[in-house]
């Protein structure tokens, strides 16, 4: 099975911080990697997919980058409505594993 | 646009199944690729298993085998998770979700308990 190690795994920070968020797979997974962001009581909503590549409707202060093992989540500039718990997911094999999570909190 | 629309919040007994639904709109089942994801209270995502369309068969992960069964009825288009032999550690919310990730059904409490 491919492990997803994502960190840090709480981060606290400022409107208007920039922020990053990374996962290591443990072997190659190409760009078979998502980013999801979660808020409390609600289902996942995918943000970022082919670890790079904006989902449509998803405000451009989230950007995706990476390939491999190697991935991050960055947002530019933090706003309030993006105080939640992120994850990644990688689909390149199965089972499908998902990263611990991030909860991104205010500071 | 497609929307996944699932059945409502269960209780069950330690030993009990439960069925879980999950229907498609706006697209038909067959275009997707369906798989089921849960969250126990506090914790993390949790991949059970989906369709895998390269080999048109449906993988499990390990830890369910033996326990779940996601079937799909495509004259409704809905799919459905049972998973059997629950336990307290079983209490979650279950999610649809089309492969990879890319819509989300609202989520379904399954709370296990005597």
């Known amino acids: 099975d491919i492990q997803m190690t994502q960190s840090p795994s709480s981060l606290s920070a400022s409107v208007g911080d920039r922020v990053t968020i990374t996962c290591r797979a443990s072997?190659?997974?190409?760009?078979?990697l998502g980013w999801y962001q979660q808020k409390p009581g609600k289902a996942p909503k995918r943000l970022i997919y082919a670890a790079s590549s904006l989902q449509s409707g998803v405000p451009s202060r989230f950007s995706g980058s990476g390939s491999g093992t190697e991935f991050t989540l960055t947002i530019s500039s933090l706003q309030p409505e993006d105080f939640a718990t992120y994850y990644c997911?990688?689909?390149?094999?199965?089972?499908?594993?998902f990263g611990q999570g991030t909860k991104l909190e205010i500071k | 646009q497609v929307q996944l629309v699932q059945s409502g919040a269960e209780v069950k007994k330690p030993g009990a199944s439960v069925k879980v639904s999950c229907k498609v709109s706006?697209?038909?089942?067959?275009?997707?690729?369906m798989h089921w994801v849960r969250q126990a209270p506090g914790k993390g995502l949790e991949w059970m298993g989906g369709f895998d369309p390269e080999d048109g068969e449906t993988i499990y992960a390990q830890k369910f085998q033996g326990r779940v069964t996601m079937t799909e009825d495509t004259s409704t288009d809905t799919a459905y998770m049972e998973l059997s032999s629950l336990r307290s550690e079983d209490t979650a919310v279950y999610y649809c979700?089309?492969?990879?990730?890319?819509?989300w059904g609202q989520g379904t409490l399954v709370t296990v308990s005597s």
């Open positions: 706006g697209y038909t089942l067959t275009e997707l690729s």
């Open positions: 072997q190659g997974i190409r760009n078979d």
């Open positions: 979700a089309t492969g990879p990730g890319t819509h």
């Open positions: 997911l990688q689909h390149n094999s199965y089972p499908r594993t």
